[in-house]
Structures are given as C-alpha cells and as structure tokens.
C-alpha cells in the first residue's frame, strides 16, 4: 500500500502558535497534495507541491517535500481557532486514462484552542 | 460554478434495499471519483472516470455499480449492501490530473 503515515496523530496548540505536521510515504509520486477535512465533511484542497519543486508557500500554509526521504511538512502559522479540523497529505499519480489517483495518509487532526 | 453537490446528505437503507448516490459538477472536469471514508480513517479510493468511461475500480464489491450518464454527472448504485458498508461516500471532480475537488459527502447507514 502507498498509504502515508501522518505524524502527529493529533495536534493541539493556542491560537496564534504554529502547527507542523508531518507526511511520510512510500512510492515515486507526481505530487503530493494536502486537504483539510472539517467535522466529517467535505476535504478542501489547501496545497499541491509537484515532485520537482521542494517548497511552497500559500497564504499562511508553507510546504516543504524531500523526494528523496519521501517526506512532506505542512507548516501554519499564526493558528487561528477556525483552523480546527483534520489534514490530510495525499500522494498523486497518474491513474492511467486521465485523472489521478489519490492515496491519502492517516491524518492529523488539529485543535487550534482560544 | 466550482463546486461539487451531492445528494442525498443522508441516507439510511436496508440490506435489501436498492438506492443510488448522485454526483453532479459544472466546472468542465473530465475525471470524477468515488471515495469511500470510515469514521477517523483517511478516505479511500474507490472508482475512477476518466471521459465518462471507467479507469479504475479498487476492487470494489459488486454491490457498489457506478456509472457515468454524461461528463456532469456520476452516480453510485448500491443494492444489498451490508452494515459494513456503512460511511462517509465522497465524490470528487479533477481537470485531468491535479487537484481534486470534492463534494460535502453522503452519509451511509445501512441497517
């Protein structure tokens, strides 16, 4: 399975800190994505970084992805309580006959407290 | 219009039952998805349709038939399924490959 490993399971911090969280995997990627998923919703796409680029920032939201440790973090700063939900790193390759095929880590769930 | 909708938001089914899940976008994407998430797991992959024609199927019990009327919309069939099968169905829209766009989700209860 290609599945990630997100680390911290769970996170909690005051509002105004950062949040680090961590994505490991284990295959060759196109590019690997990050979601936030909030109460069992939908997932909201935050960041996609391509297997050739090594950081990117956006907003708030910084990413940084070693290919070569097949490694991810996603770093926010300045956590406001509205940041509250789960996230998601997702590895991205080709599924063939368009469209990719998504493979999602374990997810960390973010507590960001007044 | 860059959003995906999904109906119905809940759903509660016998075993016996036959109902369908439907997935509608209007932002010109040709892949859509079907995921399949369990409480507190991450979601799991389940079909893929690439140009109306399907790409990928994760090895997906045949209770779970999806189909593809038109590049708008995509629809999950379930017939028989089992309390196992019960969770968060999740459908998503990309332009090729990309970021996915996904929909708020159907909740699943069979009982």
């Known amino acids: 399975s290609q599945q990630g490993e997100e680390d911290p399971q769970a996170l909690s911090i005051q509002e105004g800190e950062n949040a680090t969280m961590n994505c490991s995997y284990k295959?060759?990627?196109?590019?690997l994505q990050w979601y936030r998923q909030n109460s069992g919703r939908g997932l909201v796409h935050l960041i996609l970084?391509?297997?050739?680029?090594r950081e990117k920032h956006s907003g708030r939201l910084r990413v940084t992805l070693d290919t070569s440790k097949k490694s991810s973090s996603l770093l926010i700063t300045a956590s406001r309580a509205a940041d509250t939900a789960s996230y998601f790193c997702?590895?991205?390759?080709?599924?063939?006959?368009?469209?990719?095929?998504?493979?999602f880590g374990t997810g960390t769930q973010l507590k960001v407290e007044l | 219009d860059t959003e995906v909708t999904q109906t119905p938001k809940h759903l509660v089914m016998g075993m016996t039952n036959k109902k369908s899940l439907k997935c509608e976008q209007h932002?010109?994407?040709?892949?859509m998805y079907w995921y399949k998430q369990k409480a507190k797991k991450p979601p799991e992959l389940m079909f893929v349709?690439?140009?109306?024609?399907?790409?990928i199927n994760e090895s997906v019990p045949s209770r779970f038939s999806p189909e593809c009327p038109n590049s708008s919309l995509l629809n999950l069939h379930l017939h028989a399924l089992q309390p196992e099968d019960s969770a968060l169905y999740l459908c998503?829209?990309?332009?090729?490959?990309?970021?996915?766009?996904f929909g708020p989700g159907t909740r699943l209860l069979v009982l």
């Open positions: 998503a829209s990309s332009p090729s490959e990309g970021t996915q766009y």
């Open positions: 295959t060759s990627i196109n590019n």
């Open positions: 970084i391509r297997s050739n680029e």
């Open positions: 997702a590895t991205a390759l080709p599924s063939g006959g368009g469209g990719n095929k998504l493979t």
């Open positions: 932002m010109g994407h040709r892949a």
């Open positions: 349709y690439s140009y109306e024609k399907l790409s």
